[in-house]
């Protein structure tokens, strides 16, 4: 009789969702309650305070939504945009281009720059575009700030420096799914209008929990949508509703009583290793991942160093080589659960998400699995060459600055 307990545990390494930590687990494992009760606003009220922390904000205003990365993208859109407006994006992997799909879906007009799929956003073509653009039609740029289909780190700080040497009025919006809380993020630095988390990546939570962060300009453009009959419709994503009822403390609707508490959590979690030793420690793992890519004499799909994620590596196989294959495999045989390529980079590239709860023997075992499964489908490496190599490089780079 076949066996049908796996054991030992999954070995979850794709770009989110990741680990929960398990404290995280035990804060969400809490009976319901209610939600309009005199006690509650002692939950919530902090949390608005406290995670503008992980955006690097003090002045903006954050929003908390019962919703994937997808939904919170979409409350950016429909509160601070009418229809017909022209948006800037740049296209340079599945989650940029999706965001762009999104935009033109709502009803707004997207000017869109191709970029090459394993480079980011190009700071001096959105500069040209806006200089071009004299009567100030564009109202926003939009740059996914980490592309986890390619592995790839868009410069945001040099996107704002563009915006304003173009002397254009533009907001600035930024998906950070895949970057906030693992990757350094300054949105009141960078001047970031609207700037979106998903709880499931660096945040350590399963999925259903949107962040968003809106700046003073944000809300400004926002507040002024009311009333008009071009606005683009929105009730479940409405921030005048939020903002009713939030500063008391509630929602204007159930929110996610489990995810809140997780959420507490995990920014105690963030906050008790330090936000500036988080960056570091992914800056470490990830560097360690790539030292793994180049033992085995493969490349990763961004095309220069300036491109590293420190939160996913997207490593492609050799040509003929099904990258899909070895993912599968490294599922059924290893219990290891490696990110799949997605549209132009699909069956090309195998990824490994390195972002969350981690540290070196996790990212160990998950190199040493990806290798095993290369091995497995004919990829000629080394055995132990990647192991070797990264834990090499992190035995000299400690995780923590401290």
């Known amino acids: 009789m076949a066996a049908t307990r796996r054991p030992g545990r999954n070995h979850l390494f794709v770009p989110g969702p990741t680990n929960i930590p398990d404290r995280v687990l035990r804060a969400m494992m809490v009976q319901s309650e209610d939600h309009r009760s005199v006690d509650f606003p002692s939950l919530t009220k902090p949390l608005f305070e406290d995670s503008k922390k992980v955006f690097g904000s003090t002045d903006g205003t954050i929003f908390l939504f019962p919703s994937s990365g997808t939904g919170i993208w979409e409350s950016a859109l429909c509160n601070t945009l009418a229809r017909g407006d022209k948006v800037l994006s740049s296209r340079f992997g599945q989650f940029s281009h999706l965001w762009i ?130 606005r683009l419709a929105k009730v479940y994503f409405d921030y005048a509703d939020q903002r009713k009822a939030n500063p008391t403390g509630y929602f204007p609707y159930t929110p996610p009583l489990p995810l809140l508490y997780g959420l507490r959590e995990a920014l105690d979690c963030l906050f008790e290793e330090g936000l500036e030793n988080v960056y570091h420690r992914h800056a470490v793992l990830g560097e360690a991942t790539r030292q793994a890519v180049a033992a085995w004499g493969l490349k990763t799909c961004a095309k220069e160093p300036k491109w590293n994620s420190d939160t996913v590596t997207a490593i492609v196989v050799p040509e003929g080589v099904d990258a899909a294959k070895i993912i599968k495999h490294a599922y059924v045989r290893y219990n290891l659960a490696l990110g799949a390529g997605l549209s132009e980079v699909a069956g090309k590239v195998f990824r490994i998400g390195h972002v969350g709860d981690l540290n070196e023997l996790s990212l160990l075992g998950a190199i040493a699995g990806a290798e095993m499964s290369m091995l497995d489908n004919g990829i000629k490496v080394t055995p132990g060459s990647g192991v070797a190599a990264a834990s090499s490089y992190l035995r000299e780079n400690p995780l923590s600055k401290a």
């Open 101 to 230: 799909d999104m935009a033109q879906r709502l009803g707004l007009d997207v000017i869109v720059q191709e970029e090459a799929w394993g480079t980011g956003a190009n700071p001096q073509r959105i500069e040209e575009a806006l200089r071009a653009d004299t009567n100030h039609e564009i109202k926003a740029v939009m740059v996914v700030h980490n592309e986890t289909a390619t592995g790839v780190t868009s410069d945001i700080g040099a996107v704002r420096k563009a915006i304003d040497a173009a002397g254009h009025p533009a907001l600035l919006f930024v998906d950070g799914v895949s970057s906030i809380g693992s990757l350094p993020f300054y949105a009141d630095e960078w001047k970031v209008d609207a700037a979106i988390a998903g709880s499931q990546k660096g945040l350590m939570l399963p999925a259903g929990l949107g962040v968003a962060c809106i700046s003073p300009k944000g809300m400004q453009a926002a507040e002024s949508q009311a009333g008009k009959n071009d």
